[in-house]
């Protein structure tokens, strides 16, 4: 047995102490040995490249990059469903999308048998969600103790107000909240034209902050984060349009298969593919790069607030992002497709001191996915009923323990602005491939030669071993769904829509 494995073990078994007493302060064990509290940070459409940590030059991410010295990064990161909805109910419930139910962009389902909020509240955790929830109903909580809204002016039930539009009219009656003038799915970019104080990324950061110092009592909390942008709007202050103006921005990138996607998909601002120009991306993309930076921001804020209530160190730290944004790759907009500017995220982890012996500054290699961060949080406050989803806690994978980890992680997405936009997937990070269920075409990417995906490898004669090895990869993965997706070993045609799994609760 290694020292390394020691470590883990005593770890175990003083959180689990810690979780039989009646408090934090009830367990007969030293103060770094506390059940620790459990923060997670998310970003709405934050790509997987854009973190300085990736390699990404460009963009400017000081206290993200902190948590990813300070802890670990996961190189091959990705939300199996990459739309809103269907990733943050993997994120909810440790479950991928064959069972949870969420197939394609739907309602999250009002209750799941295992839920985070409810699991960490009923073992004792004081919880709380900042920002966006994107749950159905609106004001359901899922098991969270307090609910502190953010939901991008959506309004899906009758009289619904979320706390920062709330908040805003108290504070700004005049203005209207929307008068930066670019849409929720925009594809353009344009500086916020009111005080930088009422932007909603700032209000979370505030609340936040405000959550953190007020926090009292011996309970640890589970705090959920979750920033609306960098989801457009692209509509960061101008200080950011300025800091960024004559950065080098990655330019998009444009595959050799890319071409009939040129044209717009529609006239109106929210499409889903076309190309707009360079100079138009170039401005999306400023917006984009602001946002991801105010998000760091605040994140260093949050920071600063555990370690002036001397909390740093007693606070298992995830950041997650629900999909990304492909801000023109290959003439794409928004999300929903297997590509990695959609499909890729950010998943960096910083732990508390003892939790684990393993090195701090660590880039894993193995693909993990948003279903894993509920088993992730369970494995840290010793809580058992993880053992059965199809997420695995990470925390073994930090001390080195990740021989029996999954080869390669499960992407789709069912039909979204149009039938042709409709496929399944498998990747382990360096190689992906796609199968369209519409027509049957596919894709091969050597992800590690070609991140960018600009060559697709299917139709090589060269490469045909390895997309038969891919193609029995993801058959094998579907087979349980039965014949209409795969029969006598081969992947089928799907030309219609099946938004949910028969496992979709009601």
Request: overall charge negative; aromatic content about 10%; charged content about 25%.
């Amino acid at each position: 047995m290694t020292e390394r494995n020691i470590t883990r073990r005593q770890w175990m078994g003083v959180t689990a102490g810690a979780l039989a007493a009646t408090s934090m302060g009830g367990a007969a064990v030293g103060e770094s040995l506390k059940r620790p509290n459990i923060l997670l940070l998310m970003s709405d459409q934050h790509r997987g490249d854009c973190l300085g940590v990736d390699g990404n030059e460009a963009i400017v991410t000081p206290n993200l990059d902190r948590i990813a010295r300070e802890g670990a990064r996961f190189r091959h990161a990705y939300t199996c469903v990459p739309s809103c909805t269907p990733a943050r109910a993997a994120l909810l419930t440790g479950l991928g999308p064959w069972r949870n139910g969420m197939l394609g962009y739907s309602k999250v389902a009002e209750k799941y048998a295992k839920e985070k909020p409810r699991m960490l509240g009923e073992a004792g955790y004081r919880t709380c969600a900042i920002g966006k929830c994107h749950y159905h109903p609106q004001r359901n909580g899922h098991g969270y103790h307090q609910l502190i809204l953010d939901e991008s002016g959506r309004v899906r039930d009758p009289g619904f107000l979320s706390d920062y539009r709330a908040w805003f009219k108290s504070m700004a009656p005049d203005l209207n909240p929307d008068a930066t003038g670019v849409g929720w799915n925009d594809y353009r970019g344009r500086p916020y034209v009111l005080p930088e104080e009422l932007h909603p990324t700032r209000w979370t950061g505030d609340v936040a902050v405000n959550y953190i110092k007020e926090h009292s009592g011996e309970a640890p909390f589970f705090l959920k984060v979750s920033f609306a942008r960098p989801h457009s709007p692209y509509d960061a202050p101008q200080r950011f349009y300025d800091l960024y103006r004559d950065r080098a921005i990655p330019e998009r990138f444009l595959g050799d298969w890319c071409a009939r996607y040129a044209p717009r998909s529609w006239e109106a601002d929210n499409i889903w593919h076309g190309d707009v120009g360079p100079e138009e991306t170039r401005r999306s993309r400023e917006g984009y790069y602001g946002n991801v930076t105010f998000i760091d921001e605040q994140v260093g804020r949050i920071l600063a607030a555990l370690e002036e209530k001397q909390q740093l160190e007693n606070t298992l730290i995830l950041f997650v992002a629900d999909h990304g944004d492909m801000l023109g790759d290959h003439h794409h907009w928004r999300k929903t497709y297997a590509y990695e500017g959609s499909a890729r995220i950010p998943f960096l982890a910083r732990w508390p001191k003892g939790m684990t012996a393993g090195p701090r500054g660590q880039v894993r290699p193995e693909p993990v996915e948003l279903r894993d961060v509920l088993p992730t949080f369970l494995d840290a406050a010793g809580i058992g009923g993880g053992e059965d989803l199809d997420g695995k806690s990470i925390l073994p994978l930090l001390d080195g323990n990740g021989a029996d980890w999954r080869a390669f992680i499960d992407l789709e997405h069912d039909i979204c602005y149009d039938k042709s936009n409709h496929w399944s997937a498998a990747t382990d990070g360096k190689t992906k491939y796609i199968f369209n269920a519409y027509d049957g075409g596919e894709m091969l990417f050597d992800l590690v030669n070609d991140p960018g995906e600009c060559v697709n490898l299917a139709g090589q004669a060269e490469h045909a071993g390895l997309l038969a090895e891919w193609q029995d990869k993801l058959a094998s993965h579907l087979r349980e769904r039965g014949d209409a997706w795969v029969k006598d070993g081969r992947l089928q045609l799907r030309l219609e829509s099946m938004l949910h799994s028969p496992h979709y609760p009601g």
